[in-house]
């Protein structure tokens, strides 16, 4: 990962940081981890694949990075990785698409109200 005042290289005294500061939910939330990309009704590269996506519309270089990887290790093509990436997009602009409405009912609400005056 490039050098970045934003989002710092993770390092070995960071991790301990987190985990000393709330041991507790630090393991919890490994175990979440562990169990949720565990083998089940999807098998680990279908988690994978769908984890890149959420990392792409959640834009966490972090998650980006590792569920790439993680995803490639599990057997994931970069076709696949990159359809997974599309399908994230198309999600975040379909949003974008769906949430138009609420624009469009209050502009068509005040002119009703406008015309009503």
Known sequence: MPTSTVYPQPDHELTQMRRDLAPDQFDAFRQFSK?????GALDARTKQ?????VAHVTQCPYCIRG????????????????????????????AVYAHSLLALDTMRREDAKADSA
């Not at 169990?35 to 083998?39: N, S």
């Not at 694949?49 to 996506?53: K, Q, S, Y």
């Not at 599990?74 to 198309?90: D, F, H, K, L, N």
């Open 35 to 39: 169990q949720a990309f565990a083998e």
């Open 49 to 53: 694949l769908i984890a890149v996506a």
């Open 67 to 94: 569920h790439a990887s993680a995803a490639r290790k599990a057997g994931a093509s970069p076709q696949q990785i990159m359809e997974a990436i599309w399908v994230a997009a198309e999600m975040r602009a379909g």
